[in-house]
């Protein structure tokens, strides 16, 4: 029981990414996306909130060299929308306009790298799947007693 909520919850992550891709890929095509719907600190996001929660419980585990690796990409993942994030909102009209908070059109050059950062970030979002495949499979194999023992060591 434990184990499946566990298992559930790294699913749930997983779907927060293709989530925030597929909100980032209508705004990189010129779709207006309110910037509240994303969260610019990693930590905060669902799959941050995961990651460098629940996921830790498995770090002293044979899922170590996985999660190490997961971090790499989600945290490559995370500057390239950073950037992207920068690009769309970062930039504010002058003057009055800018008081009003009324932002500046995005330049073809500036939609450009946008368009680049996006297609880095599906690249990513590949490999951060294939490494959380792996950490399901091992942590299929980890026995529910173990989960037990590791989620309530934390508490």
């Not at 597929?22 to 994303?38: A, D, N, R, T």
Request: hydrophobic share 40%.
């Amino acid at each position: 029981m434990v184990k499946e909520r566990y298992l559930r919850n790294l699913q749930h992550a997983r779907t927060s990414n293709v989530r925030l891709l597929h909100s980032l890929k209508l705004l990189v095509s010129g779709l207006e996306i309110e910037k509240h719907q994303f969260t610019l600190q990693l930590s905060e996001t669902p799959f941050g909130r995961w990651f460098y929660g629940e996921a830790m419980l498995f770090l002293s585990e044979s899922s170590r060299h996985c999660l190490d690796k997961i971090e790499e990409i989600l945290l490559a993942f995370h500057e390239r929308f950073t950037k992207i994030y920068a690009i769309y909102y970062g930039r504010r009209a002058g003057g009055l306009l800018g008081l009003l908070g009324i932002k500046r059109k995005v330049s073809p050059s500036q939609r450009a790298l946008a368009h680049s950062l996006y297609n880095e970030m599906i690249h990513l979002a590949d490999q951060l799947k294939q490494q959380m495949n792996l950490l399901e499979s091992l942590l299929y194999a980890v026995a529910e007693e173990r989960f037990f023992q590791l989620t309530h060591q934390r508490k």
